[in-house]
């Protein structure tokens, strides 16, 4: 199956900061990513998404990053709020799959 | 625009009863999804549909889970009967196509007892 990883399970930042979430992929065929912000209780909400043909989109507040090279995403959100606070996922979609493959997550927690 | 609507939000039952879930998408998005997620992890893909098509289902435990989307909108999925390691959020997505955003419902939140 695939596998999509994240290096840090949690992450906590001062309200104001910049935070940066990583996620690694493993299947250099996938052609399409997404980040979700997933509060409690509640189901994950697409922030951001980015094809492989690019290597960097923004978005309000968030940028995406994407490092074919080594297969690596990144999540950077500017002057951290703190209904930021939530976990955080990427998936991918292999090239052919048209499914999304989800990492287990990063749980950010924005100190105020 | 309203988004992907699920019942129950909660569910509780005993092993072995039957249980139903219920999503409604996104007005116009023809795929749907329905992902598992356990406690602390992403969301696992069940089903998709394709319009009133499942065209992925291999995730499906066929023997105990079935799912349908008659008219190509609403969707259900049941499990029957039910085991303890059923307990985990059924979440509902949809999108337009395979290679746009999915969108999530809030889930319902399944426990066996």
């Known amino acids: 199956g695939e596998s999509v990883g994240l290096h840090l399970p949690t992450l906590s930042v001062q309200e104001g900061d910049n935070s940066i979430i990583n996620c690694a992929y493993s299947?250099?065929?996938?052609?399409?990513f997404i980040w979700y912000k997933q509060e409690s209780g509640k189901g994950p909400q697409f922030i951001i998404d980015?094809?492989?043909?690019?290597d960097k989109r923004q978005g309000q507040r968030v940028t995406v990053l994407l490092n074919k090279t080594v297969k690596h995403l990144s999540l950077q959100i500017a002057a951290t709020q703190p209904g930021d606070s939530a976990v955080y996922f990427c998936?991918?979609?292999?090239?052919?799959?048209?499914?999304?493959?989800f990492g287990t997550g990063t749980r950010l927690t924005v100190i105020p | 625009e309203a988004g992907v609507v699920q019942s129950p939000r909660y569910k509780i039952i005993e092993k072995k009863q039957p249980v139903a879930f219920w999503c409604n998408p996104i007005?116009?998005?023809?795929?749907l999804y329905w992902y598992r997620q356990n406690l602390g992890q992403g969301p696992e893909l069940l089903i998709r549909?394709?319009?009133?098509?499942?065209?992925?289902d291999s995730q499906l435990p066929k023997d105990r889970f079935s799912a349908e989307r008659l008219k190509g909108v609403d969707s259900t999925l049941k499990i029957q009967p039910a085991e303890l390691g059923d307990s985990a959020v059924y979440l509902c997505?949809?999108?337009?196509?395979?290679?746009?955003?999915?969108?999530f419902g809030d889930g319902t939140r399944l426990s066996i007892l």
């Open positions: 007005s116009g998005h023809n795929t």
């Open positions: 997505a949809s999108s337009l196509d395979p290679l746009r955003p999915q969108h």
């Open positions: 998936a991918e979609n292999p090239t052919g799959a048209n499914n999304l493959f």
């Open positions: 980015i094809r492989s043909n690019m």
């Open positions: 549909y394709e319009n009133e098509e499942a065209v992925d």
């Open positions: 299947n250099s065929a996938s052609d399409y």
